[in-house]
C-alpha cells in the first residue's frame, strides 16, 4: 500500500472509531506500531485534528474534511454521472470498482455534498441497447495494463473473417460499441476494432515495449492528422 494511501485509511479508521488504538490500526493495515504512531505524527503535523497519545488511543475531533477531496455541486455531478456511466456500459469488475469511488467519497464529503449525491437528477440507465459481446473486457484492460499481445478471430464489415495478433493501445467506447486501438501484427499498422465483431480472444505470455510510431501517442496523433484531413476520425474494420 502506497503511503498517501495508508494516511487515507488511518483517517477512515479514526473516523468510524471513538477510539483507535496504534496496535489495532496496525494490524488492519498490516504495517508496524512504529508505523503507525509516525504516519499519526505526521498527520497531526499537517493540521488534521487527532487527539491521543501512544499506548492509549487515538481520536479524530468531529467536523474534519480532508481538503483534497472536496467537491463544488457540478463536481459531484460530474462524478457520480461518470460512475453510473461505467456502472452501465462497462464490464462487471470496472463496475463495481466506480461503486467503490462514489463509496470512498461519501464517506469523506460533509452530510450536504452527501445529500446532493444521492438526489442527483443524472442517469445513465441499464435497460439500453449494447452490442453484445463474446470477448471478456476485463481481460483487455488487464492486457492493455500489462503490455501483453492479444489474438483473437475477427470478422470485417464484409463478414471477413481473419485471426488477429494485436499490442492493445487503449479501449474507446463509442456507444453502444467498444473499439479496441492498436498496432495489429498482421497489417503493420495501427487498426481499431469493433469488441462485438471479435471472438476467441486470447491474452497472450508475449509482452512488448512501447516503440516510436507504434504507441497509442502515436496513434492519436495519427487520428487526429486524419480527422483534420477527412473531418473523421480514424475507421473501424
Request: glycine share 4%; net charge positive.
Amino acid at each position: 500500500m502506497r503511503r498517501a494511501d495508508r494516511l487515507f485509511e488511518i483517517i477512515q479508521l479514526l473516523r468510524r472509531r471513538k477510539l483507535a488504538r496504534a496496535r489495532d490500526m496496525a494490524e488492519k493495515l498490516e504495517v508496524s506500531e512504529r508505523t503507525i504512531y509516525r504516519d499519526i505524527r505526521d498527520l497531526m503535523a499537517s493540521g488534521v485534528p487527532i487527539d491521543g497519545e501512544a499506548g492509549v488511543g487515538y481520536i479524530l475531533r468531529g467536523g474534519y474534511d480532508l481538503p483534497p477531496i472536496m467537491f463544488d455541486e457540478e463536481e459531484i455531478e460530474a462524478l457520480v454521472l461518470g460512475v453510473r456511466i461505467v456502472e452501465s456500459w462497462a464490464d462487471p469488475k470496472l463496475a463495481k470498482a466506480a461503486g467503490k469511488v462514489i463509496a470512498k467519497v461519501e464517506s469523506v464529503v460533509p452530510e450536504r455534498l452527501r445529500r446532493h449525491m444521492a438526489s442527483t437528477a443524472l442517469l445513465a440507465p441499464h435497460n439500453h441497447h449494447a452490442e453484445p459481446l463474446s470477448v471478456d473486457l476485463t481481460a483487455l484492460r488487464d492486457a492493455i495494463r500489462s503490455m501483453r499481445r492479444v489474438e483473437f478471430s475477427y470478422r470485417d464489415r464484409d463478414a471477413a473473417a481473419t485471426r488477429r495478433k494485436v499490442r492493445p493501445l487503449a479501449l474507446a467506447f463509442y456507444g453502444p460499441i467498444w473499439l479496441l486501438a492498436s498496432w495489429c501484427e498482421l497489417r503493420r499498422d495501427f487498426r481499431a476494432f469493433r469488441l462485438d465483431r471479435m471472438s476467441e480472444l486470447a491474452v497472450l505470455d508475449e509482452a512488448f515495449a512501447p516503440e516510436p510510431g507504434r504507441t497509442i501517442a502515436d496513434y492519436l496523433k495519427r487520428d487526429n492528422e486524419q480527422a483534420q484531413e477527412s473531418h473523421a476520425t480514424l475507421p473501424h474494420i
